[in-house]
């Protein structure tokens, strides 16, 4: 066996996402499989088609960007939540973001607007 063989990657203490929301993302997309939404065949051709559009970073840093663009079209082609469904909603949450007390926890209940 060589000495690499069977090894860890060096950066195996890294995060596996940046930021939070990439990791709800990944647990949605998964969720929503698993309940049958879609094929991974389906997931995986709405996510090539994304992260093959043009400006596409080539270093990959927009991967979740991609991911998020790829499952609200799946949303919206399922007949799920359309585009002003999901603009709506992630509106609704930025403003009880804005209007929650830094250390509590963020309520949809906390929107203003609501």
């Known amino acids: 066996m060589s000495r690499h063989e069977g090894a860890l990657p060096d950066d195996i203490d890294e ?9 709800e993302a990944f647990a949605m997309t998964v969720a929503l499989h698993d309940k049958g939404l879609f094929s991974w065949s389906e997931w995986a051709d ?14 990959g840093h927009d991967y979740y960007e991609h991911w998020l663009a ?16 999901v603009d709506t ?3 609704a949450w930025e403003r009880a973001a804005h ?11 906390n929107d203003p607007g609501l």
Do not use: M
């Open 46 to 59: 709405s996510l090539s088609a994304e992260v093959k559009k043009p400006g596409a970073a080539s270093d």
């Open 15 to 23: 995060p596996v996402f940046s930021e939070p929301w990439q990791a």
């Open 99 to 109: 209007a929650t007390p830094h250390g509590k926890p963020i309520l949809l209940e």
């Open 70 to 85: 790829a499952l609200e079209k799946l949303l919206a082609a399922k007949g799920v939540a359309g585009k002003g469904d």
């Open 89 to 91: 909603l992630a509106a």
